[in-house]
């Protein structure tokens, strides 16, 4: 897969931030060498945020972010910075663009700062600014940060903002999707259900993404549907090393499965390569805690026409109503939007998140946990209901 391939997903994300008119779409093309962003001298010209995935010399596949003013007002100003918002919880790498003294950045400094992503201050325009070492003094004294000085314009400073990001680049990254639970030579088994969600002459993301993981690992991998399970456990010489299956039929798999072999999703998978997987199992236990009367969200990363077997729409809600009662309200969120209401509600369980990036997934996280809301992955929730999640395989528990 090329460079150009890369899914956003899987791509560093540098988001760019500041006030109206600081010069950010100037930015962003003065760091690519390319014209990727509109730029105008009139306020206001970036509305929506705007994604651009490309390569950057020594950093490989990333996503500039190119974000509306911080201090846009009026009621489409107001959407237009609760978009900014939304997208700082997707950003790695965050660049605060500024030609003045900070005032409203504080704000989004400190909460990107609370949430562990990595702010780099850029006073821009330096060519055309008078006191530059007393907004310098401003920056350090306000924000805390040492910023970095140069002009979009002339070029002067920028390739300091490149070097930064590369010395901010996160080094908590998981490096393989099936982490130790496979390794060079092993004999891997993907049970891959086709259903409506696998359009016919597809696979969905995560088994490709799964079976490429394993691929470069050198391992051996066998593939089959459910129905063929038990054939083709028949004619393999030995028992898999691993088994991934299909979350929606972990019970019929774990029972089918040979005693030595490992077993888990990808799912669960996904769940510890996008984000933090012992916060999963841990918010596992909110499920316990259920009532008739409880109020539950179920959140997945992308947005589809509803399917009679969706697993977030149906088959989960099922389940749970299954255990709980009919009472129990189930509510959906699709796409990276921000939850309204967090705090209402009595768990979350959300999807593998393989169309999220891992800041993203994390940042879902860290608004559960902030409001006391336990929260759950699919896989791992399939798992708890069929009684079977202290007998999976889970990769990166700490």
């Known amino acids: 897969m090329s460079l150009n391939d890369t899914p956003r997903a899987n791509r560093l994300h540098i988001g ?7 010069g950010k779409s100037s930015l962003v093309n003065a760091i690519t060498g390319q014209s990727i962003a509109v730029v105008s001298d009139v306020p206001g010209t970036t509305t929506d945020p705007v994604y651009k995935a490309m390569e950057l010399h020594g950093i490989g596949p990333v996503v500039f972010i190119d974000t509306a003013g911080l201090d846009d007002t009026g009621t489409l100003g107001e959407l237009r910075v609760a978009k900014t918002r939304e997208a700082s ?7 605060v663009v500024l030609t003045a003294a900070p005032d409203v950045e504080h704000e989004w400094v400190a909460d990107l700062s609370r949430r562990g992503v990595p702010v780099i201050a850029v006073i821009n325009k330096a060519d055309t600014l008078g006191d530059l070492e007393g907004l310098r003094a401003e920056v350090r004294s306000r924000l805390r940060l040492e910023p970095l000085v140069v002009s979009a314009r002339t070029g ?6 490149r070097e930064a990001i590369i010395a901010e680049l996160p080094d908590d ?8 639970l496979a390794e060079p030579g092993d004999l891997v088994l993907l049970v891959m259900p086709q259903d409506i969600q696998a359009p016919k002459g597809r696979l969905i993301l995560p088994q490709v993404q799964t079976l490429r993981d394993l691929l470069d690992k050198k391992c051996l991998v066998m593939s089959c549907t459910t129905d063929q399970l038990g054939p083709t456990l028949a004619v393999l010489v030995r028992p898999p090393k691993l088994i991934i299956t299909d979350s929606q039929v972990f019970a019929t798999v774990h029972a089918m ?4 072999s490992l ?9 510890s390569y996008k984000g933090d997987i012992q916060a999963f199992v841990d918010g596992a236990e909110g499920i316990g805690r259920l009532t008739s009367e409880s109020r539950v969200l179920i959140a997945e990363s992308c947005t589809h026409a509803p399917l009679e077997e969706d697993i977030g729409r149906v088959k989960i809600p099922s389940l749970l109503r299954k255990r709980f ?19 209402s509600y009595d768990l979350v369980i959300h999807c593998g998140g393989c169309m999220f990036n891992r800041r993203h997934v994390l940042s879902r996280i860290d608004e559960a946990q902030t409001l006391g ?26």
Request: glycine share 12%; proline share 7%.
């Open 16 to 22: 760019i931030y500041g006030k109206r008119n600081v």
């Open 89 to 95: 919880r997707k950003t790695d790498v965050a660049l």
């Open 156 to 161: 002067v400073g920028v390739g300091t903002i």
């Open 173 to 180: 990254e998981p490096v393989s999707i099936t982490g130790a």
């Open 257 to 260: 499965k040979p005693p030595e």
């Open 263 to 271: 077993l888990t999703s990808f799912s669960v998978l996904f769940a």
């Open 325 to 343: 009662g009919d009472t129990l309200q189930v509510d959906m969120l699709s796409g990276p939007g921000l939850i309204a209401d967090l705090g």
């Open 373 to 398: 809301v336990p929260i759950t992955n699919y896989g791992i929730t399939i798992a708890y209901l069929s009684g079977i999640l202290d007998k999976i395989s889970i990769p990166g528990l700490r």
